[in-house]
């Protein structure tokens, strides 16, 4: 059973750094691919990044240079750190993830298990 669950957000000045956690209520996540969607107000989930089960990362091109995923060796927890943070990056970010699969997939639709979102706010 997978049941993420997100913590880490909050309010931040143009240029500051935040870092999200997304944890599977205790349990590892396995194999299970782990993906950061973010959501502003009006507008659709945007992918943000990802991780494999074998630790190969996937970014969108707004977060390369900016925005680092990881997992512990575990895999218990996937963690998203955000640096130069802009404006633009505000929404609720969200942890998702889905089953192995042969290809990788950026897609909202796609992903079986999400949490409940965590807030990103950067002022300017």
């Known amino acids: 059973q997978v049941q993420p669950v997100e913590s880490g957000g909050g309010l931040v000045q143009a240029g500051g750094s935040l870092s999200l956690s997304c944890t599977n209520s205790?349990?590892?996540?396995?194999?299970?691919?782990v993906a950061w969607f973010r959501r502003a107000p009006g507008m659709d989930h945007e992918f943000v990044a990802l991780?494999?089960?074998?630790?190969?990362?996937w970014y969108a091109d707004s977060a390369k240079g900016r925005f680092t995923i990881a997992s512990d060796n575990a895999k218990n927890t996937v963690n998203l750190q955000l640096n130069r943070l802009k404006p633009e990056d505000t929404a609720l970010y969200y942890c998702?993830?889905?089953?192995?699969?042969?290809?990788?997939?950026?897609?909202?639709?796609?992903?079986?298990?999400w949490g409940q979102g965590t807030q990103v706010t950067v002022s300017s």
């Open positions: 998702a993830a889905v089953r192995p699969a042969p290809t990788i997939t950026t897609m909202a639709r796609e992903y079986d298990y």
């Open positions: 991780i494999t089960w074998n630790n190969g990362t």
């Open positions: 205790g349990r590892t996540f396995g194999q299970y691919t």
